[in-house]
């Protein structure tokens, strides 16, 4: 009786560990640029990422750049963390480009590619493999 209990647990979870995995890439549902930009200003400023945050830059696609552009000045992007954490929004707003993101013109990386760009300089190149990483990531995904 209890392995049968067990066994309805575990499946329990794995089902609903999948749907909010499904859920994450549904392009359902209203977002908005005031949302986005809400979005990387919370995550820059505490560091922390919720379901919420994650969900928001996956469905928003090539607006995270223009978001993080007009939330963050230079000095701010520059900073080491602040630059990881910038290349992890871009990561996620391309995880899934042509399920996710409702807006067809968001699904190519030209203002992230952009912002890639300048993030290189003002960092001085000292993370340009990441940023490397990233672009050639951004670019798989947005070919799917």
């Not at 977002?31 to 469905?59: E, I, P, Q």
């Not at 399920?99 to 000292?126: A, F, Q, S, Y």
């Amino acid at each position: 009786m209890r392995n049968q209990y067990l066994l309805i647990c575990v499946v329990f979870l794995t089902l609903a560990a999948a749907a909010q995995d499904w859920e994450a890439c549904k392009p359902e549902g209203d977002y908005s640029f005031n949302d986005l930009k809400a979005a990387v200003r919370r995550v820059t400023s505490s560091g922390m990422w919720s379901g919420w945050d994650t969900k928001t830059f996956n469905r928003s696609g090539d607006l995270v750049a223009t978001a993080i552009l007009k939330t963050l000045d230079d000095s701010q992007m520059a900073s080491r963390e602040h630059a990881r954490e910038i290349l992890m929004m871009l990561r996620n707003a391309f995880e899934c480009p042509q399920v996710c993101v409702k807006v067809t013109d968001d699904r190519r990386p030209r203002m992230t590619l952009l912002l890639l760009k300048h993030l290189n300089e003002i960092t001085g190149g000292k993370i340009k493999s990441d940023i490397d990483e990233v672009k050639q990531y951004v670019l798989q995904q947005s070919v799917k």
